[in-house]
């Protein structure tokens, strides 16, 4: 599974398909995740907080491929906050779009006086509450998580879900948590801290 | 894939910019957290009352005068600023970390002292809308407890005001405030209307000091307009525009409604009347020039003024102590946020629990409220802020000089240079005359007690900054930066964990 299908399915780890985590910081860490896809897959690079593309081909699944084209389709460099933002604004819609077309979740719209909701419902519940579970197992493992793991663990901290999702994890595991970001690649690093960054940021601008 | 072209329009731009603030937004924003009627009908009064100098409706021209100034070379500076809203960054970036944690400390006690002390006016602004709703009049202090558990609550389910609500209730109090002036301008005291208050003279007596401080109360909030730097129309012009436009929306409502006191009452007699009725005096004045209705309704609107300040100071120093939780300076736990809401949590629920012990001590105590609680704690907040303001001043001016930013001379050093000055003089005069600004006797404890916490807390972390120089680098380097510190940090070089190839290991 990609890291931003993951990183949804954490954040909407609910049989209603209700959202765990407030809207602003699901729409960055989600932003975090499908960049950090196309990093992992050596599409693009972040480096001194810009991201540039290094491979414009297209890659496999669609969303990553949109994405990239907007990337591709900028005529200037923009830094990593400005992607962020920017994609956050959709990346919620679009990420569960893409694990409607999966198979693992429904669409349903719902009308309540003049608006309309979309809501994301599990097909499966085992499926949803998966990626959770994993990242847990994960961490009381002893050798340490693969890099895209370690990616979706630095952005699910990055939201500030860690205790959410470590709940029943030992001390063992939260200490795990804290080398893990730091030995991340460096682009990948700096994702994660930018998105942890902006996720401040929308705190201390009061936004919602 | 079509080649780029120059000067294309970027998409990323455009969908970033639908959201973009213009300056009547970021005025409104502003304006709503300084709670025009909190001001006048509380401030102002108690003021009159404690300090008995008729010289605030010229102490608010002159404070605005200064803040103006400061405001050129703060401006100018907050677009090179990440965490551009709180004045201890600005103090780190131009004076040094170690004075960055001193201003910070400072500022945590001072926005903290902003936000309590209200907690002693809400029981007076409530009791005549409960009397005539109800026909109750509790306590002060059940009524500061209910306010209490609205605001911890309100804090922690981060549910700021709506915007449209307060932009509302703003309008509402300036209506209120200009028909109560205008009820007193017509109303003046021996028939005629007496100009006394407006004359400079009246700023150059024992307790000058005093009085500019409890301006400056007056005008926090003007200097969170640069938070919107980045989410501004044009950032070079908004914000500046915005900052100049509510300082002189500020100044001009508080000195017309301070002068126009003074005409109704007469000017010999504001003091002795203000210190009988306190809050009471300007709807009592209301209430002979504009009748029963017109008072009630201030009434209510006092009630949430005073309610929607708590809330926003509540956030205001919550943030603070969230950045300063990012940073490390505080414990890291100040930096989390609840994952639901998105609120500082922790940060939070330490301002709520601060806010309770001091009710639960003035209650106990049987200690006035008003004064000794509104009145004392907010001035001396309000002279935190003030030390703050002359700080940055200084910082300003600093950064320029090191920096050789593009900025004209009058914007670098002139304007932050005259303003320094002012603002140290203002300093001066407040702690000389700090006795009169509290109104105790010229020998009592508080006097020195009172102005002597900011520099031992600037002291304090300044002692703070340097343990941390030392012992952990890493959280020193971050000083100042706010939510941005994680970012900022991250090593230019590192090793890769993992031994999976990164470009393979996206799909598993």
Excluded at chain 2, 6 to 18: D, I, K, M, Q
Excluded at chain 2, 73 to 81: E, F, K, Q, S
Excluded at chain 2, 118 to 128: H, S, V
Excluded at chain 2, 479 to 503: D, K, M, N, R
Aim: no cysteine; proline share 6%.
């Amino acid at each position: 599974m990609l890291i931003a299908d993951e990183f949804f399915l954490i954040t909407h780890n609910d049989s209603r398909g209700k959202a765990k985590l407030h809207p602003t910081a699901t729409g960055l860490g989600l932003a975090g995740g499908l960049l950090g896809e196309l990093v992992l897959q050596g599409h693009v690079t972040v480096a001194s907080g810009l991201v540039t593309v290094v491979d414009r081909r297209p890659p496999a699944d669609a969303l990553a491929h949109t994405v990239l084209d907007q990337l591709v389709g900028e005529t200037q460099q923009h830094p990593v906050r400005t992607w962020l933002s920017f994609l956050a604004q959709t990346a919620t819609a679009s990420v569960g779009e893409r694990l409607v077309r999966a198979g693992v979740l429904r669409r349903q719209e719902s009308r309540r006086l003049i608006r309309t909701t979309v809501s994301y419902l599990p097909i499966d519940l085992n499926a949803v509450a998966w990626p959770a579970t994993r990242l847990r197992a994960l961490l009381d493992r002893p050798e340490p998580p693969s890099v895209p793991d370690g990616t979706l663990l630095g952005l699910v901290v990055a939201a500030g879900l860690s205790r959410e999702v470590l709940w029943s994890a030992g001390p063992r595991a939260h200490h795990r948590l804290g080398v893990l970001i730091p030995a991340l690649p460096p682009p990948l690093r700096e994702l994660v801290a930018n998105t942890e960054a902006a996720v401040g940021a929308a705190v201390l601008r009061g936004a919602g | 894939m079509s080649t780029p072209t120059l000067g294309r329009p970027s998409n990323v731009s455009e969908a970033l910019a639908r959201g973009r603030l213009g300056v009547p937004s970021v005025i409104f924003f502003v304006l709503s957290a300084a709670a025009p009627l909190t001001v006048v009908a509380g401030v102002v009064t108690t003021g009159y009352g404690v300090v008995g100098v008729l010289g605030i409706p010229v102490a608010f021209l002159t404070v605005a005068a200064v803040l103006a100034l400061f405001s050129i070379g703060y401006v100018a500076m907050a677009r090179r600023m990440t965490n551009a809203g709180a004045f201890y960054a600005y103090v780190s970036r131009g004076l040094g970390r170690p004075a960055g944690v001193g201003a910070a400390w400072v500022a945590l006690i001072a926005y903290n002292a902003l936000q309590v002390g209200l907690y002693g006016t809400i029981g007076a602004a409530a009791e005549p809308v409960l009397g005539r709703l109800f026909g109750v009049a509790p306590a002060w202090w059940l009524v500061a407890l209910i306010a209490w558990a609205t605001v911890g609550v309100l804090g922690l389910l981060r549910v700021d005001l709506n915007g449209l609500v307060l932009a509302a209730l703003l309008v509402a109090e300036m209506v209120v405030i200009v028909a109560f002036d205008l009820g007193q301008l017509t109303h003046p005291a021996g028939g005629n209307v007496s100009f006394a208050a407006l004359s400079p003279e009246n700023l150059v007596v024992p307790g000058a000091g005093a009085v500019l401080v409890l301006a400056i109360l007056g005008f926090v909030g003007f200097e969170s307009a640069v938070v919107f730097s980045e989410e501004s129309k044009d950032p070079r012009r908004t914000v500046r525009l915005a900052t100049y436009l509510s300082i002189a929306i500020i100044a001009g409502i508080y000195a017309l409604s301070s002068w126009s006191m003074t005409v109704a009452v007469g000017p010999d007699r504001i003091a002795a009347e203000a210190g009988e009725q306190s809050i009471g005096l300007i709807f009592n004045l209301a209430e002979a020039h504009l009748g029963g209705t017109a008072v009630a309704v201030g009434q209510a609107l006092f009630l949430t003024s005073v309610l929607a300040a708590m809330i926003s100071f509540h956030n205001t120093t919550a943030r603070y102590a969230f950045a300063l939780g990012r940073e490390r300076v505080l414990p890291a736990v100040f930096g989390r946020t609840s994952p639901r809401t998105g609120s500082p949590r922790a940060a939070s629920l330490a301002q709520s629990a601060l806010g309770l012990v001091v009710i639960v001590l003035y209650a106990l105590n049987g200690w006035d409220p008003v004064v000794q609680l509104f009145y004392w704690v907010g001035t001396a907040g309000g002279f935190g802020v003030l030390l703050l303001i002359a700080t940055t001043s200084v910082a300003v001016i600093a950064f320029f000089a090191r920096s050789r930013a593009e900025e004209t001379l009058w914007r670098r050093a002139l304007a932050p240079g005259l303003a320094a000055v002012a603002l140290a003089v203002i300093v001066v005069l407040a702690v000389a005359n700090f006795a009169d600004l509290l109104g105790v006797a010229p020998d009592s404890p508080l006097r020195w007690a009172v102005p002597a916490v900011y520099p031992v807390a600037a002291l304090l972390g300044l002692l703070w900054a340097l343990v941390l120089r030392d012992s952990r680098p890493d959280t020193y380097a971050r000083i100042g930066l706010g939510a941005e510190s994680v970012a900022a940090t991250v090593p230019t070089t590192g090793h890769v964990g993992a031994s999976v190839p990164a470009a393979t290991a996206a799909r598993r």
